[in-house]
């Protein structure tokens, strides 16, 4: 089936520590997207991707890095220099075009202790 | 910047109708809306595109005032499982670099027996 697949659903890490997302995509959608939901915040855009190798910073993209190497992956990693870590992060991927859906993951729900 | 939504939250009983806006302060070439249960993925109910045209959900109705930059979205009858949060998606317009999806601040939505 197709889908995209975030792991894993829950992650603790220390402060200070760096973390990486997992996002994977058998759709073979072109663009993808990482968001980080906060209650009453709604899904703030963190960085998001159209093609391999080239990525573009969203509203929030301080404190966190992505890379593009295949089509179906997209990993995002939370470093020590992100403030407030804590929160629900979703992957999403979509074809190119205005009218075409996205498709969200589960997500990931990260804790900074 | 995230398109604003109101109300922020709204709670009804089953049967009745309610209104969710979205506005944005950039010209938009298409307005997607998600439905959110809690702790789950959103999912796609519609896209409006300019000119019109629109793509999804049987059940839910919607408009797009491309000159206001606004969009509105209709539940009427509501069902009990219509209950979660809502979230309008703005996309900037065609071709490469136009790919940014962003998505508003979110509505809950409370339908009670």
């Known amino acids: 089936d197709g889908g995209i697949t975030q792991s894993p659903k829950y992650l603790f890490r220390k402060e200070g520590q760096n973390v990486t997302l997992s996002c994977e995509q058998n759709?073979?959608?072109?663009?993808m997207y990482w968001y980080r939901q906060d209650p009453g915040q709604g899904l703030r855009l963190i960085y998001y991707?159209?093609?391999?190798?080239?990525?573009q910073k969203g509203d929030i993209a301080e404190g966190y890095s992505v890379s593009r190497e295949k089509k179906e992956s997209f990993p995002l990693t939370v470093t020590s220099a992100q403030k407030n870590p804590t929160a629900f992060y979703l992957c999403?991927?979509?074809?190119?075009?205005?009218?075409?859906?996205?498709?969200f993951g589960q997500g990931t729900r990260l804790t900074v202790v | 910047q995230q398109p604003v939504q109101s109300p922020q939250a709204v709670i009804l009983r089953e049967g009745e109708d309610a209104v969710i806006n979205c506005s944005s302060s950039k010209a938009l070439y298409s307005v997607h809306w998600y439905r959110q249960k809690h702790g789950e993925a959103p999912v796609f109910l519609m896209i409006l595109l300019k000119g019109g045209e629109q793509k999804g959900h049987e059940k839910i109705s919607a408009s797009f005032n491309e000159k206001k930059q606004q969009s509105s979205l209709y539940l009427t009858a509501s069902q009990l499982s219509y209950s979660g949060t809502y979230f309008c998606?703005?996309?900037?317009?065609?071709?490469?670099?136009?790919?940014?999806?962003?998505f508003g601040t979110g509505t809950r939505l409370t339908i009670i027996p």
């Open positions: 991707s159209q093609i391999v190798n080239d990525f």
């Open positions: 999403a991927s979509k074809g190119i075009g205005p009218d075409t859906e996205a498709f």
């Open positions: 759709l073979n959608h072109d663009a």
């Open positions: 998606g703005t996309d900037p317009g065609r071709g490469f670099g136009n790919e940014k999806l962003t």
